[in-house]
């Protein structure tokens, strides 16, 4: 088979700073080993995150001269208003400045004390602003979602009777909202069938409860959908797409992944009822509707964007090169998420450190053991991000201890990523020398961001 090659050639570019081993152990002494704590420019390759770390279009960077910065009714809105609507089918659509906004919006509308919110995985974000409002978060992952090493087309599936039975004991009318994350991001990128996104929306309408989506990443997950599911090889992304959105009542979305944009994010539904309480709360919390956090030319580049990402010929290489990551890790017997995410490889840091229980943060030691080893910027999603205590203090641990790999879109080019290969494997080989970590500090909420950790020495 011959090479995938980037489809984009490089017009700008941004240097990159070296350092050397030693430089980088004084680095995270000081960032009490904690990567969210360290300069970007101390970070030889950053795949901290997919997140607004997009290397925009020369179209997209044309939009943003014409971006109409008026106050009100900017035409910038209605171009981005009429993307949305065409992709999603959704009429009502209000921009914010990024997806957490969108999810504080609607769940401080719809959230609350005795409610449930369900989902195959929720974001971290989604489920703060979920329990900042007093609500509960469930997920419901399938059985092979929970299993690093099964190989499945569709690992972010919603459970179907697991959903079904929670439904019938807790009431319908204690579960204002049901949200399907795709890809599923904490999941390992996983992607989420057409058809059970349609055995969702069933239920649900029978339940009269909501669906919505948490689209970031939808395009990834359409191009899953064309690739693996049958019946839907020879149609358009953007018909998957839309298909997708018809079985739920409305999404939201942070622009910053799928979109290619650096900031940016909206709010979309049917329900006029449910739109004008969310608009009332934008208003005061981001701004007038047709601009809603964002300037004119956000508007213009998340437009163009979520025109491009639809693009077939960037949608193969994308889902390939992370699998060219994946598969050059698995062929060094590194264990890792399977199969390849859309935006990401997750390495399993449960079996990749066995030596390290789970009270010692394995994810985090091979995240900061990285970061030494080759200037590789990853994020824990394991017990660091997800871990809670019991009445006795003790840790009750996340379900699954990876560690993120997320590729910014159009970024790096292979040889970064052949680079980030050898660390890994380096690492793996010699594994056996990284040490467990405990925490010394941290916040009650989203503690992975500003927590600080040392070394665990016997
Ligand atoms: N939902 C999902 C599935 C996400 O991955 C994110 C962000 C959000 C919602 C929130 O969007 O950052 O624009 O407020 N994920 C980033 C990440 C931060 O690194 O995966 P936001």
Do not use: E, L, N, S
């Given at each position: 088979m011959k090479n995938i090659i980037e489809p984009f050639k490089i017009k700008s570019v941004e240097p990159i700073y070296f350092n050397t081993l030693e430089q980088r152990k004084e680095i995270l002494n000081t960032a009490h080993y904690n990567l969210f704590l360290i300069k970007a420019k101390d970070v030889l390759i950053d795949l901290l995150t997919d997140s607004g770390t997009s290397a925009m279009s020369s179209h997209q960077w044309a939009g943003i001269m014409q971006g109409d910065e008026s106050y009100a009714g900017s035409s910038s809105f209605f171009r981005f208003e009429k993307t949305i609507q065409q992709i999603t089918g959704f009429p009502i659509v209000m921009p914010t400045h990024q997806g957490r906004a969108s999810e504080k919006i609607l769940f401080s509308i719809?959230?609350?004390?005795?409610k449930y919110i369900l989902s195959n995985t929720l974001f971290d974000t989604t489920r703060a602003n979920i329990e900042f409002t007093g609500a509960e978060g469930v997920d419901f992952i399938c059985e092979e979602g929970k299993n690093p090493s099964i190989i499945a087309p569709f690992k972010g599936n919603i459970h179907i009777e697991n959903l079904k039975d929670f439904i019938h004991e807790k009431g319908a009318e204690n579960i204002p909202l049901c949200i399907i994350t795709v890809t599923n991001n904490s999941g390992g990128g996983q992607p989420v069938s057409m058809k059970n996104i349609q055995d969702t929306s069933v239920i649900c309408k029978k339940h009269q409860i909501p669906l919505f989506i948490d689209a970031c990443r939808f395009a990834e997950n359409a191009y899953f959908i064309k690739t693996r599911e049958p019946g839907y090889e020879t149609k358009s992304i953007n018909d998957i797409a839309q298909e997708m959105f018809s079985y739920a009542d409305g999404c939201t979305m942070s622009a910053k992944k799928d979109a290619f944009a650096n900031i940016g994010g909206f709010l979309a539904m049917k329900d006029p009822v449910l739109a004008l309480s969310c608009r009332n709360l934008l208003v005061i919390t981001e701004g007038f509707p047709t601009y809603g956090g964002l300037a004119g030319r956000d508007l213009e580049a998340i437009a163009i964007g979520l025109n491009e990402v639809m693009d077939e010929n960037y949608l193969h290489y994308r889902i390939k090169s992370i699998e060219y990551l994946a598969n050059k890790l698995i062929a060094a017997g590194v264990p890792i998420m399977?199969?390849?995410?859309g935006h990401a490889v997750y390495l399993n840091a449960k079996e990749f450190l066995s030596h390290i229980p789970i009270t010692e943060y394995p994810g985090q030691a091979l995240a900061t053991a990285l970061y030494i080893e080759g200037g590789i910027r990853s994020v824990e999603i394991g017990s660091l991000m997800f871990g809670k205590y019991n009445k006795a203090n003790e840790l009750i641990p996340a379900q699954m201890e990876l560690v993120r790999l997320a590729i910014p879109r159009r970024v790096y080019t292979q040889s970064h990523i052949d680079y980030v290969a050898e660390i890994i494997i380096e690492l793996y080989q010699k594994r056996h020398l990284v040490i467990g970590l405990e925490i010394t500090e941290e916040a009650s909420m989203l503690r992975h961001f500003t927590a600080k950790l040392k070394p665990i020495k016997n």
């Open positions: 719809i959230g609350g004390k005795g399977q199969p390849a995410g």
